[in-house]
């Protein structure tokens, strides 16, 4: 077998089941005005502290929601191996994304991942949804809940 059959064979014995859980990370306000500044949104909800307690019902500045999902990255790499064979993996999208809570300032997150579909692209091609959560510590609604796929790009060579 080659090694995108090999992984193909053993990723769809997994279909359903949970990948991975990563560690929790803190969102505290040094990280919201970093991203502010590298994207350039500088929402006053996000970057004053005053008055985001003062007049949002959040009681001091959420993370904006870019940032939470910029985090789906180093949760993924705590989270996924590379499969034997495989040279890169490659962020091919999503299918669907919904921001479902705000994440105030000084929170805690960590993803989880659920693997939902596996399919061949092509003779070196595997595509992968996954079902990502990325929950906050303490809240019963997660921040977020998204399908994310992956490209898995493997050598040609046996498994």
């Not at 090694?3 to 990563?22: D, F, H, N, Q």
């Not at 500088?42 to 970057?47: C, K």
């Not at 989270?79 to 994304?97: A, H, R, S, T």
């Not at 959560?133 to 498994?159: K, M, N, Q, R, Y």
């Amino acid at each position: 077998m080659t090694a995108i059959e090999t992984a193909r064979a053993e990723l769809e014995t997994k279909i359903g089941t949970e990948i991975g859980v990563s560690d929790w990370i803190t969102v505290d306000q040094a990280m919201i005005d970093t991203f502010a500044e590298v994207t350039h949104d500088h929402q006053w909800i996000h970057v004053d502290p005053a008055r985001a307690a003062a007049e949002t019902p959040f009681g001091g500045t959420i993370a904006h929601g870019f940032l939470t999902l910029s985090l789906a990255s180093k949760f993924s790499y705590e989270c996924m191996q590379e499969m034997p064979g495989q040279v890169m993996g490659i962020n091919y999208g999503f299918n669907k994304l919904r921001f479902l809570t705000p994440v105030p300032s000084g929170s805690r997150l960590r993803g989880r991942f659920t693997l939902t579909s596996v399919r061949q692209r092509s003779e070196s091609e595997l595509l992968r949804e996954h079902k990502l959560t990325i929950e906050i510590e303490g809240h019963d609604s997660p921040a977020l809940v998204a399908e994310w796929l992956g490209l898995s790009v493997f050598s040609d060579t046996p498994g």
